[in-house]
């Protein structure tokens, strides 16, 4: 079992910026991939930026120059840094953590953090 705690999100102007955390505990060396997605009113969960276990990053094209992320494996926590903000980039961001145990994968997902971006 692994357990995620996000903290970060709020209110900020377009063109700010915001940084996202989330810190795993549990079973955490069984994660293979960790990372953020984001669900918008109205829309599909989106994959926004990942990071795994070799430090290779992945990031959704609309993200890209914007948003870096990274790990703290000592700390156990993924960081989301979101600058040049966009009214768009408003969603519930959740931390996601891919598991492989004895070949099983499994995800696990946070509660989310509310992002706002006003104009």
């Known amino acids: 079992q692994v357990q995620l705690v996000e903290s970060g999100g709020g209110l900020v102007q377009a063109g700010g910026s915001l940084r996202l955390s989330c810190t795993a505990s549990?079973?955490?060396?069984?994660?293979?991939?960790i990372g953020w997605y984001r669900q918008a009113p109205g829309k599909q969960r989106e994959l926004v930026a990942t990071i795994g276990k070799g430090g290779s990053t992945r990031y959704v094209i609309s993200v890209k120059g914007r948003f870096t992320i990274s790990r703290d494996n000592a700390k156990n926590t993924v960081y989301l840094q979101m600058n040049s903000l966009l009214p768009e980039d408003t969603a519930v961001y959740y931390c996601?953590?891919?598991?492989?145990?004895?070949?099983?994968?499994?995800?696990?997902w946070g509660q989310g953090t509310q992002v706002t971006v006003s104009s």
């Open positions: 549990g079973s955490t060396f069984s994660i293979n991939v």
């Open positions: 996601n953590a891919e598991t492989i145990l004895y070949g099983v994968p499994t995800a696990y």
